[in-house]
């Protein structure tokens, strides 16, 4: 069963960083496309970034030039570099393991807060 564990949310002032972690369990996970969404109150889920079995990245045009993916296959784990955060930037952040065939897997969400 494929489990994934977001951490690294919290609050911040703008301008400021965080990175977020995803570790995933129950799965070959050099294997999998990884990615982020995010989720601001009273709006739908907006894809974020994405980081395929190979290492290519894509990511919003919101977040392109202050956000980061990169993955660490040996320790099973998708991260989410965050630097130049707004407060439109506020929201929960959720992690995904894409699976050929059977879709996405997600994780619980990991709540970021930025201040102005």
């Known amino acids: 069963q494929v489990q994934l564990v977001e951490s690294g949310g919290g609050l911040v002032q703008a301008g400021g960083s965080l990175r977020l972690s995803c570790a995933a369990s129950?799965?070959?996970?050099?294997?999998?496309?990884m990615g982020w969404y995010r989720q601001a109150p009273g709006k739908q889920r907006d894809w974020v970034a994405t980081?395929?079995?190979?290492?290519?990245?894509n990511y919003a045009d919101s977040v392109k030039g202050r956000f980061t993916i990169s993955r660490d296959n040996a320790k099973n784990t998708v991260y989410l570099q965050m630097n130049g955060l707004k407060p439109e930037d506020t929201a929960v952040y959720y992690c995904?393991?894409?699976?050929?065939?059977?879709?996405?897997?997600w994780g619980q969400g990991t709540q970021v807060t930025v201040s102005s």
């Open positions: 129950g799965s070959i996970f050099r294997l999998n496309a």
């Open positions: 980081i395929t079995s190979g290492g290519t990245t």
């Open positions: 995904y393991q894409s699976h050929i065939g059977q879709g996405r897997y």
